[in-house]
């Protein structure tokens, strides 16, 4: 079973360089999110999507862009990358909407934003 | 908003040593209450999870008990092995309109030596 594949694995851009972080779920699940996870912080949530064509801000949306054309594709965007944006993404996916709060990880992609 | 503090680490435990990981958390409403671990090089998994007060929750010899009235869910292990080094996240989901957005504190890193 594949789960949540993220893609790449690990990124280095420079300073106002633009890239798109994949990500995709082949459990048919309606919620799809991306949390950054920074040391000490834990992890914080960018945005989420309750189901194709719905998107909405999580905690820290600022210089993230996401679009959910598909049940299965949750990309992010990062339009003008800034040193600050240095970080671990991982892509979530949940099932019912995440009412079950129950989520599944993809292994995580490292930017380095120099 | 929810907010959940957990333990400071990192915690170095002798193989066959009991672990606990505090966590409290402030919610709105009845929150489901979740423990995932992070492997190394890994993304999160859910652990264990109470949806419920009294609730307790358990898996590979882990367990927490969801405590209304303490607004707590501590995780414990009687006898740890150098497989359970991780990182450790307790998350309270609030529902309502937060489902899926989980609150993650911000991880217990646990490294246990044979």
Redesign the interface.
Known sequence: NAGVTQTPKFQVLKTGQSMTLQCAQDMNHEYMSWYRQDPGMGLRLIHYSVGAGITDQGEVPNGYNVSRSTTEDFPLRLLSAAPSQTSVYFCASSRDRGKTGELFFGEGSRLTVL | GDSVTQMEGPVTLSEEAFLTINCTYTATGYP?L?W?VQYP??????LL?ATKADDKGSNKGFEATYRKETTSFHLEKGSVQVSDSAVY?C?P?A?GTS????T????TILTVHP
């Open positions: 489901s979740f995932y090089g890994e993304g999160l998994q859910l999870k996240f998350a989901n529902g489902y899926g957005k989980l993650f504190g911000q991880g």
